[in-house]
């Protein structure tokens, strides 16, 4: 049986559709199966990340409504073997916690590893796909108005069952941390109540490979990438250091 993660902020913008691409390729890299699947019906993005966006047909919302099986409806990506898309409706939808449940159990059992892209705050099924997974991460940048809204979507998911949240912080500067114009990582976990997965350095080649169509993961001294291939280290268990374990202490 596969992992479940699902992947949320208070507060928009913070890096959670950047995270959720390149962790599960970054996963693929480390040899998994994975399933994403994009929650944000409307505004949906992963399909545009992972360049992939003339491909899609069906949405998750069909494979709930039993108009697609989940194979048809996630497409296959043309370069990174064993990752599979499964995209949100085009307009917004809201299903029962069971559905949302089945959903997560048919993932589980098909992939070693599912990420659930949500779309920020607490909305609609934002909550239900957090509680059904087996672990959630808040995606946070290192402000005190984005880590009091991850703290919050914390403090939910713990109400609603989902006791094992983590937050990866996103957007990091030493530089300005080392100044004393950011918060350090230490007051970030403390002011969001929760342990840390990882610390992404802000780096210009997520925003220019998210506009030119192309994979972070050919940026192979990019400090963003090697980043998130540490963090997907840590999420299959292996001891990867905080910090110090890539050149660029991420
Ligand atoms: N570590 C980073 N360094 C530089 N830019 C980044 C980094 N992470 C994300 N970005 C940029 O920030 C913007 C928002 O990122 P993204 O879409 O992943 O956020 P999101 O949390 O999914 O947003 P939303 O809440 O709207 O779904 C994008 O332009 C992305 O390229
Ligand atoms: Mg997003």
């Excluded at 990340?49 to 491909?55: E, K």
């Excluded at 409706?89 to 048919?106: D, G, S």
């Excluded at 530089?175 to 230490?186: K, L, Q, T, W, Y």
């Amino acid at each position: 049986m596969g992992t479940v993660i699902a992947v949320a902020s208070g507060k928009g913008g913070t890096g959670k559709s950047s995270f959720c691409a390149n962790i599960a390729v970054a996963l693929c890299a480390r040899g998994e199966k994975v399933l994403l699947i994009d929650t944000d019906a409307g505004l949906r993005s992963l399909d545009l990340i992972l360049g992939m966006t003339n491909r899609v047909l069906f949405s998750y919302a069909d494979v709930i409504e039993g108009n697609a099986g989940l194979k048809e409806a996630a497409v296959k990506h043309e370069t990174v073997k064993n990752l599979r898309l499964l995209t949100a409706p085009a307009t917004n939808r809201v299903f029962e916690r069971e559905q949302i449940e089945a959903l997560v159990q048919l993932a589980r059992e098909h992939f070693t590893y599912t990420i659930i892209d949500c779309p920020a705050g607490m909305s609609d099924n934002v909550i239900d796909f957090c509680a059904c997974a087996d672990r959630a991460v808040v995606v946070s940048t290192p402000d005190h108005t984005s880590l009091r809204g991850g703290q919050k979507m914390g403090i939910l998911m713990g109400e609603q069952g989902q006791q094992n949240v983590k937050i990866a912080v996103n957007r990091v500067r030493s530089s300005m941390i080392n100044r004393g114009e950011a918060v350090n990582i230490d007051a970030a976990m403390d002011q969001a109540g929760l342990g840390l997965l990882g610390i992404v350095p802000e780096d210009k080649a997520i925003i220019a490979c998210g506009n030119g169509g192309k994979l972070l993961a050919f940026e192979k001294k990019s400090p963003a990438w090697q980043a998130y291939f540490n963090i997907a280290g840590r999420i299959k268990g292996e001891k990867i250091r905080l910090l110090d374990s890539v050149p660029g202490r991420f």
